[in-house]
């Protein structure tokens, strides 16, 4: 099982960024995905994460409404599309899976595969 999160780069702020987190070996159509991020000096944080059946858990408040998940299980690939990109959003972006569960548990002790994350800059 193995997932890799893509996608990242600069950005002013203001801008958007779409990440993309592809899985291998792996069949994501039955799992939980959720995206994370840990900032410079800080924790790991859940941003949020899509079940199965396509239900959306918002970890975070700070990005409910510019952040979009959609998942593509054909594609064996979930998105994360940032809109109005924030200096704080700066941060390493990982995705894992709460295989074998289906849902997106509240704790990401839950979650694994984490694989390489990709860096997210916003700056001017």
């Known amino acids: 099982v193995q997932l890799q999160a893509s996608g990242g780069g600069l950005v002013q702020p203001g801008g958007f960024l779409r990440l993309s987190c592809a899985a291998f070996?792996?069949?994501?159509?039955?799992?939980?995905i959720g995206w994370f991020r840990q900032a410079p000096g800080k924790e790991r944080e859940a941003v949020a994460c899509?079940?199965?059946?396509?239900?959306?858990?918002d970890y975070i408040d700070s990005t409910k409404g510019r952040f979009t998940l959609t998942r593509d299980n054909a594609k064996a690939t979930v998105s994360l599309q940032m809109n109005i990109l924030k200096p704080e959003d700066t941060a390493v972006y990982y995705c894992?899976?709460?295989?074998?569960?289906?849902?997106?548990?509240?704790?990401?002790?839950?979650?694994?595969?984490w694989g390489q994350g990709t860096l997210v800059t916003v700056s001017s």
């Open positions: 070996g792996f069949t994501i159509d039955y799992h939980g």
């Open positions: 894992a899976t709460s295989y074998p569960r289906s849902d997106c548990p509240p704790n990401q002790r839950d979650f694994r595969s």
């Open positions: 899509v079940s199965s059946d396509y239900r959306v858990t």
